[in-house]
């Protein structure tokens, strides 16, 4: 019975997947109580006073006497910009951070407008983002709590080295987008309502123009990687954070135009989303990786990352300082 | 061109040493979308099964709309699983969001129109006579469902390969309710995306070869069993 025996293995091999799928699954319920262990030698000054790290104890800890310390779900969410995740920062930090705090951080990685709305719904527990402006809306809407600055870098102006607009070298920003709408040539906007998109917005409204619909202004929707090569491809203008493009730009045909205006900076803040507004934000874990961000060791690996290509150093870190003191005064919407 | 020439080049490469966690990610997408097609196997010869053989007002809605199911856009599946599961869903309190299960959910909503249609559409070949036949030699139901399905299992089979195929070659979906976590549930396809934006083009193409070959391989062990079955 050949066909049979052929049939009854193949069957059987998929029966296994599925098996060892589910398996999966249960080990990584299995491995949940060693971190819970670890998180009972650090100290959790949250816990005292909040009723929510008191609610969430379970009952089966509190009857056999053990202490109550950090329970809840030892996943955390974080919804970030694309920026962080496609220049690798994130493969560096996030393994750091899994190590000491016991923690199993899922990084989603989406424009920053997507992420907020993530945040706003409470479907993240944690955001690292940079759109200042739609930040503190969430603070003031009581979705998003204890903001805190964790580095920056800044947006350049790329374009094809031809320079139709004859941009290069201009110092103020504004008035490149202004030459930029004037000369009518081929602008590749990420137009995801990204952190990014936002600064081009915001550019174009400072400058008094309103590119939206010209048929030389072209809205991608996609990550700033993308966008990069569509810019580079149509040989066309684009805004950039400086690590997307630093990260990628062998082969690039796209040159730096213009840089260094104080409204080109681009500023990075975590903030936790709130658990007392969203029963399944998980508070505690959100804390720990908004407190690993601006702790020394996090922020010294951010000042020390360099892209692997270029060796460049990608980010600045920022931690403890406000965003006058980085000269910043009416931070992007 | 070189770009062809590096991300071949590479591909060897990455396949030799194993960089990029290349075996990990390929047993994923497979077990990933293996148990959807499993899944899904069972669903859609059930409900083919009861639409090729029961008549009933109606059935040929049923059939349309199965065939559209054939043809579900990956990314309209993606946000309806994703829309339940988020948190702020009926069903965030699963916590199955950014899990290989909701990429299983997702797959196999994606596979079982695709083998529901194939099933359908293989027992409605079959004579009408031949199954009262069956039924007189006295077979039970699950007999003769087992009787029919051993004939039928050619069709079945293509079936499965394309159940297969749609699952492993989507990315919309495993996208939005996976995540692309790595050593989680980042598959071939959200890998392939992921190495793209980043610029790494090689390593991009290698896991296309990758991803290309593992299709290949499933459909040439399937296409054999046929062959077998034929001779």
New interface residues.
């Given amino acids: 019975m ?2 049979a025996s ?2 009854a293995s ?1 069957l059987l ?3 296994a ?2 098996g ?2 589910s398996c ?2 249960d080990n990584e319920s299995k491995e949940t109580p060693t971190p819970k262990a670890e998180a009972t030698a650090t100290p959790q000054p949250a816990t005292t006073g909040t009723p929510k790290a008191a609610t969430t104890g379970t009952p089966q800890a509190a009857a056999t006497g053990t202490p109550v310390v950090r329970s809840g ?1 030892k ?1 955390i ?1 974080l919804a970030t910009t ?1 920026s962080t ?2 220049s ?1 920062l994130l ?1 560096v930090l996030v393994p750091e951070f899994e190590k000491d705090s016991g923690y199993n951080l ?4 989406v424009g920053s407008g997507q992420a907020l709305a993530m945040g706003q ?3 993240a527990d944690v955001l690292l983002v940079h759109a200042p402006a739609s930040e503190k809306a969430l603070i003031d809407d009581g979705s998003a709590i204890n903001r805190q600055l964790v580095m920056h870098n800044d947006f350049i102006i790329l374009g094809p080295e031809k320079d139709p607009a004859d941009i290069k070298g201009m110092t103020s920003a504004v008035d490149a987008m202004k030459k930029m709408f004037d000369a009518g040539s081929t602008f590749i906007s990420r137009g995801d309502d990204s952190g990014t998109n936002k600064a081009e917005l915001s550019l174009w409204k400072k400058a008094g123009v309103d590119p939206k619909g010209k048929d030389w202004y072209e809205e991608t929707g996609q ?1 700033m ?2 966008t ?2 569509v810019a580079n491809q149509k040989d066309g203008y684009t805004l950039s954070d400086r690590a997307t493009f630093v ?5 690039f045909v796209l040159k730096v135009l213009v840089e260094g205006d104080p409204l080109l900076l681009n500023v990075y803040s975590v903030m936790q989303v709130n658990p007392d507004k ?1 029963d ?2 998980n508070g505690p874990g959100g804390e720990a990786f908004a407190d690993f961000m601006v702790s020394e060791k996090a922020q010294q690996m951010i000042g020390a990352y360099v892209d692997k290509k270029s060796g460049k150093s990608l980010f600045i870190p920022d931690a403890g300082k406000t965003y006058e003191q980085l000269g910043m005064k009416t931070p992007f919407g | 061109m070189d770009l062809i020439w590096d991300g071949l080049g590479e591909a060897v490469r990455i396949i030799r040493t194993g960089d990029y966690a290349i075996w990990e990610i390929t047993l994923r997408s497979l077990l990933i979308s293996g148990s959807a097609v499993v899944i899904s196997l069972i669903i859609g010869i059930a409900v083919g099964a009861a639409i090729a053989f029961n008549e009933f007002r109606g059935r040929n809605l049923v059939f349309s709309l199965v065939n559209t199911g054939m043809g579900l856009p990956p990314v309209v599946v993606g946000l309806l699983v994703a829309i339940f599961l988020w948190r702020s869903g009926p069903l965030g309190h699963l916590r199955l969001i950014y899990t290989p299960a909701a990429m299983v959910v997702a797959q196999t909503i994606i596979a079982t129109p695709i083998v529901t249609g194939f099933t359908a559409a293989a027992l409605r070949q079959l004579d009408p006579r031949w199954r009262t036949q069956i039924y007189a030699l006295g077979a039970s139901r699950l007999q003769m469902l087992w009787i029919i399905l051993w004939e039928t299992k050619l069709p079945l089979l293509a079936a499965v390969m394309a159940g297969f195929g749609g699952a492993i070659s989507e990315i919309g979906a495993s996208q939005m309710v996976g995540g692309n976590l790595a050593g989680d549930t980042r598959v071939l396809t959200t890998a392939v995306m992921l190495e793209v934006n980043r610029g790494n083009f090689a390593p991009a193409i290698a896991l296309s070869i990758i991803l290309l070959a593992l299709i290949f391989v499933v459909s040439l062990v399937l296409t054999t069993v046929q062959q077998q079955e034929r001779t």
Avoid: N, S, Y
């Fill in positions: 050949k066909r052929w049939l193949l091999a998929l029966v997947a599925l060892l799928v999966g699954g779900p996943e969410i694309t995740q496609d690798g493969d899922k990084v989603i990685a719904r409470g479907d990550g990687g993308a990069l090569q990260a990628q730009k062998e082969g969203f399944l934000v």
